[in-house]
Structure formats: C-alpha cells, structure tokens
C-alpha cells in the first residue's frame, strides 16, 4: 500500500464552504492541470478524465464527514485501486486547512516509478483548492 501526504494549506473560506466545494466532484476539474487533462466527464458524486499519456481516472463520493472529510474512492476504470480523502480543519470560520490523503494499492515496483509524479499532481490539486479561494 502506497500512501501520500500532500502539503497542507490554509484556504480562505469556511470548513463548510471547503467541504461543499470539494464533495461535488463537477468542481473536481477545477484542480487539475488543465493542458494535461483530456476527457472529463462529471456526475456530481462521480467523475472522470484522463492525463494526457497516462491512464484513465475514475473518482466517486463515498461516505463523507461535513465539514471535515471528503472520502472519495477509485471507480473500475482506474488501473489500481485507492482512496483519496481530502481532509478539512476549521482555523476560524473563515478559514481553514486542508489536504490529501492518498492510499493506493500500488506494487514496490511500481511505487518507486509513480509516487513522485502522483505526490506532485496531488500537491497541484490543493495549490489549485487554495488558488479558488485565495482571490
């Protein structure tokens, strides 16, 4: 099992407004690196998309906490199975910290070649989750 921390930031806006953010999955594409992603699709509790000369990416909403967790978790078109949790933290009521929790099930092998690349896409989504807010 392969699990990645991303570097935690402080955002601009409620715990509430983060998690109502985060666990409609249409606002998903917002953070991801727009000239890289091809394909997106979105349901709200579902979505998507692709990383150009990568494999496909599939997310659903699982069981989520409000305002503090968002559980998201691999769909079948993903080719190796993970849950992603974003976890919020109130500071005040008009900020708060997040981040990502990645755990993939993902070989010896195969971590030493993805983990960089997967440590920097999560930590672009909560620059990007930082940069929404941060106006």
């Given at each position: 099992?392969?699990n990645?921390?991303?570097?935690k930031?402080?955002?601009?806006?409620?715990?509430k407004?983060a998690?109502?953010f985060?666990?409609?999955?249409d606002n998903?594409?917002?953070?991801l690196?727009?000239?890289?992603?091809?394909k997106?699709?979105s349901s709200g509790?579902?979505?998507?998309?692709s990383?150009?000369k990568?494999?496909?990416i599939?997310?659903?909403l699982q069981?989520s906490?409000?305002?503090?967790?968002?559980?998201?978790?691999?769909?079948e078109?993903?080719p190796?199975?993970?849950d992603?949790k974003c976890?919020?933290t109130?500071?005040s009521d008009?900020?708060c910290e997040t981040?990502?929790d990645?755990?993939?099930?993902i070989?010896?092998?195969?971590?030493?070649?993805?983990k960089a690349p997967?440590?920097?896409?999560f930590?672009?989504?909560?620059h990007?989750?930082q940069?929404?807010?941060?106006?």
């Amino acid at each position: 099992m392969t699990n990645i921390q991303t570097d935690k930031k402080v955002i601009n806006t409620s715990a509430k407004e983060a998690f109502t953010f985060l666990a409609n999955l249409d606002n998903f594409y917002q953070l991801l690196p727009q000239d890289k992603v091809e394909k997106w699709k979105s349901s709200g509790t579902e979505c998507s998309f692709s990383i150009k000369k990568m494999a496909a990416i599939g997310l659903k909403l699982q069981n989520s906490e409000e305002p503090k967790l968002v559980h998201l978790v691999s769909t079948e078109i993903s080719p190796i199975k993970f849950d992603l949790k974003c976890i919020i933290t109130p500071l005040s009521d008009t900020t708060c910290e997040t981040y990502m929790d990645f755990d993939g099930d993902i070989n010896m092998f195969m971590e030493m070649v993805v983990k960089a690349p997967l440590t920097q896409f999560f930590n672009y989504n909560m620059h990007k989750l930082q940069e929404v807010f941060n106006k």
